[in-house]
C-alpha cells in the first residue's frame, strides 16, 4: 500500500490542523493505521493509532484530549485533527500502516510494527 499524507502547514498556537493520509489500493480496511510524528533533532515518536474497525483507539499522553484520529474505509483515508495546538507539536507527521488484524496498545506505539509509511507533512506551531 502506498501513502500520502497532507494538510500541515503553519499555524498560531491555540490553532488547529486536520492531516489527511490517503492510501492507494483496497485493502485499507485491513490495515491498523497510526500517526507519528518527529521534530527536528529528535527520534520518531508515536501519537495516535486506530484499529481496522475505528472502535480501537490509542493516543500518545501528549495529545491526548487535543488530537482525534479517525477514518474513513470508503475513502482509503485516516485522519488526525490537531487542536489547541502548541509549539511543541512542530514536527514532520508521518502516517503508516500495519497489516495486521487486532491493534495493540503495546505493539502499535513503536515504529518497526509498521509495514509502510507516507512521506511525511510537516506542521510548524509559532506566532
Known amino acids: 500500500v502506498q501513502l500520502q499524507a497532507c494538510g500541515g502547514g503553519l499555524v498560531q498556537p491555540g490553532g488547529f490542523l486536520r492531516l489527511s493520509c490517503a492510501a492507494s489500493g483496497r485493502t485499507f480496511s485491513r490495515y491498523v493505521m497510526g500517526w507519528f510524528r518527529q521534530a527536528p533533532g529528535k527520534e520518531r515518536e508515536f501519537v495516535a493509532a486506530i484499529s481496522l474497525s475505528g472502535a480501537g483507539i490509542y493516543y500518545a499522553d501528549s495529545v491526548k484530549g487535543r488530537f482525534t484520529i479517525s477514518r474513513d474505509n470508503a475513502k482509503n483515508t485516516v485522519y488526525l485533527q490537531m487542536n489547541s495546538l502548541k509549539p511543541e507539536d512542530t514536527a514532520v507527521y508521518y502516517c503508516?500502516?500495519?497489516?495486521?488484524?487486532?491493534?495493540?496498545?503495546?505493539?502499535?506505539?513503536?515504529?518497526?510494527?509498521?509495514?509502510?509509511w507516507g512521506q511525511g507533512t510537516l506542521v510548524t506551531v509559532s506566532s
Open positions: 503508516a500502516a500495519d497489516n495486521t488484524a487486532t491493534i495493540s496498545s503495546s505493539r502499535h506505539y513503536y515504529t518497526g510494527t509498521y509495514d509502510y
